[in-house]
């Protein structure tokens, strides 16, 4: 899987301008996601972590938002420093995103054929037959029973895991390299997400695409991905393969999320441990770690400087001034 | 749901459009039927006026004024003895004329503006819309008096003119609904799929805020007949002895104690054409909506 790098992001840095001053939603992000790589973005709400996918697609709403600094390299080229037309031309045809919310996600007034073909048609240049056969062939791939029917249907017709599928396929048709799939199941039923997990993992590993799945939920990311970046305030708190973070957690915030798990194999009645306080709204945050009001283990240097993100000898990353493993590099 | 399952494969897909789905659910609405059938009854009388007029729409009979509607005059004659009945067949070539023109002129520009003002959303926004603001306060016969000594008086002029001064409240009504749709999820998944912003805005967008377009479009018709009729009075639109509906009404009210039938035809007719108009438009507004409760 270490082969080339997709995407290289650095020194990303996103604002907000708010009535209370300028929020900053994403200060100074770093990271590589190689070809194939499923790399998971964890957070709460409010981290960053959506912030930074819409940031690097070029889709942050401005006003009022912006991106400041950084850089997104994909192929060779800025994504933030293309000229609109270039990267619209690279949206929709290299790289894609899965939305949230498939209730709201489709337009109420077009068919799933007109949705799903239009983006075919007008980057590919591909006749209209072949692209709505492109997109049966995908319906029937993302598990959808009659294809050729449903395909005329309106969204409102559909189911949400339907709909939810029928964003997938939206994403998946022009053959992308890379696809932002943000919380793409936190809409839907359990049992639901189950399916749509699978079949993220299945159409991925057979198109050898490159994903990131931004999710609050870190029972997603421990299914699917392979590497995971934990972000807080707007900052990577811990970047580790998927096993590593679970089984030995750097950053004390890494280690309250996943102790605020429920564990099958604990006794009843336990109650789940929570983090106490709430994230800082981060605008105009003092040079102090942001974790730190709420961290069980800050000390004075927490409150006075922000850690930096500092890789180790095995490639994770960690900002935290007392890391939990002791420091070891 | 199992019935005639399409062998799959190679069986090609076939697409249908909106509008015929929207045209076979209109099919189902009877009202909306009726007010259709009857827009076309009044567009052909207005094509056929010479062909199914009894008299021409000038034709001065002076001894026969004011005659009471009768066998030879179904509605009743007018000062000089004209024949209400041709002469009402005769006024909706105008009033047609200059009710669904002009509508089309407003629909053009107040969508469009709308459209691009609520979209660009910030400054440009606020340009257009304090420009529509601007000619919403000047006085309407003010600025088609204008526009009628700038470029001449004629019948086209009259469409432009009125076009010109009905388009702000559609591009406000189409502004708003664009504004309230353009931050929808589908918007930013069209976003991530590439589509350009014209085509977010016409494509996706626009059909989303039909309904309350074509009713506002069905209720402007009407409204614009009578500005017609106002513009005729002061002597800037059509020219007598042509006629239109507005204007056979306006003459009509003057004498509406002594002969009543004056007033009463061309109202009616108005009326007629203004309910169908807005059951028409009703209709549509339903039939375009994908949702709405009368799909099947």
Redesign the interface.
């Known amino acids: 899987m270490e082969n080339e790098t997709v995407l290289r992001v650095s020194g990303l840095r996103t604002e907000f301008r708010t009535d209370d001053g300028i929020l900053t939603a994403v200060n100074g992000v770093s990271f590589d996601i190689a070809a194939g790589e499923t790399l998971g973005i964890v957070g709460e709400s409010g981290s960053g972590k959506s912030a930074t996918c819409l940031s690097v697609?070029g889709?942050v709403p401005s006003?009022p938002g912006r991106v400041v600094s950084g850089s997104a390299i994909f192929d060779g080229r800025d994504l933030l420093n293309l000229p609109p037309e270039e990267l619209?031309?690279?949206?929709?045809?290299e790289i894609?995103?899965i939305?949230?919310?498939p209730m709201?996600?489709?337009?109420?007034?077009?068919?799933i054929?007109?949705q799903l073909t239009?983006?075919l048609v007008?980057?590919e240049r591909i006749p209209?037959?072949e692209a709505?056969?492109r997109?049966?062939e995908m319906l029937?791939r993302v598990g959808i029973p009659?294809?050729?029917?449903k395909?005329?249907r309106?969204p409102?017709e559909l189911s949400g895991g339907m709909r939810q599928r029928v964003?997938i396929a939206?994403a998946l048709l022009?053959r992308p390299r890379l696809v932002f799939a943000d919380e793409p199941t936190t809409a839907l039923d359990v049992s639901v997400q189950a399916q749509i997990l699978e079949l993220l993992r299945e159409r991925k590993a057979e198109m050898g695409l490159s994903l990131v799945l931004v999710t609050h939920n870190l029972g997603v990311v421990a299914g699917l991905a392979d590497r995971v970046i934990v972000m807080y305030a707007g900052m990577i708190a811990e970047d580790a393969p998927v096993s590593l973070l679970f089984a030995r957690p750097l950053h004390p915030y890494t280690r309250g999320l996943l102790d605020s798990l429920p564990d099958p194999e604990k006794p009843r009645g336990n109650e789940l441990a929570g983090i106490a306080g709430t994230p800082p709204v981060p605008i105009a945050l003092p040079d102090a770690c942001p974790f730190a009001p709420r961290c069980f283990r800050a000390a004075d240097v927490c409150r006075a400087k922000t850690p930096q993100l500092e890789t180790r000898h095995d490639g994770t990353r960690v900002a935290c001034w007392f890391p939990l493993d002791g420091g070891a590099v | 749901m199992s019935d005639n399952v399409k062998p799959s494969e190679n069986t090609p897909v076939k697409g249908n459009s909106l509008m015929r789905d929207a045209i076979r659910r209109l099919g189902k609405n009877k009202l909306a039927v009726a007010g259709g059938i009857a827009i076309v009854f009044f567009i052909l009388v207005a094509l056929l006026a010479p062909w199914i007029a009894p008299y021409r729409y000038d034709a001065i009979d002076l001894p026969n004024q004011y005659l009471s509607p009768s066998w030879h005059h179904p509605f009743g004659t007018d000062s000089l003895g004209r024949d209400m009945f041709s002469r009402v067949i005769w006024g909706s070539r105008v009033s047609l004329a200059i009710g669904f023109v002009t509508a089309a002129v407003a629909l053009a520009i107040g969508v469009t503006w709308g459209a691009v003002a609520g979209f660009a959303g910030g400054k440009l926004d606020q340009a257009m819309m304090r420009f529509a603001d601007v000619l919403y306060g000047l006085p309407f016969m003010f600025f088609v008096i204008l526009l009628m000594v700038i470029f001449g008086r004629s019948f086209y002029m009259l469409f432009i003119g009125i076009g010109a001064v009905s388009w702000m409240t559609l591009a406000r009504i189409t502004r708003g609904q664009i504004m309230s749709l353009k931050n929808n999820e589908y918007v930013e998944a069209a976003r991530s799929l590439g589509a350009s912003p014209f085509r977010i805005v016409f494509r996706h967008l626009l059909p989303n805020a039909l309904g309350p377009i074509i009713v506002y479009v069905t209720l402007t018709i009407p409204g614009i007949m009578l500005d017609e009729a106002f513009l005729s009075f002061l002597g800037l639109g059509v020219q007598a002895p042509m006629t239109s509906w507005g204007l056979l009404a306006s003459d009509g009210k003057n004498a509406i104690t002594s002969y009543p039938w004056l007033i009463l035809f061309p109202a009616l007719t108005l009326s007629v054409v203004l309910f169908s108009l807005n059951f028409l438009g009703e209709g549509l507004r339903d039939a375009l909506d994908p949702s709405s409760r009368n799909r099947s």
């Open positions: 697609m889709l006003p619209r031309q690279l949206r929709g045809k894609t995103m939305f949230q919310d709201t996600s489709l337009n109420p007034f077009l068919r054929s007109t239009e983006h007008l980057h209209k037959k709505l056969e997109a049966v029937r009659e294809p050729e029917k395909i005329l309106y409102h964003m939206m022009p």
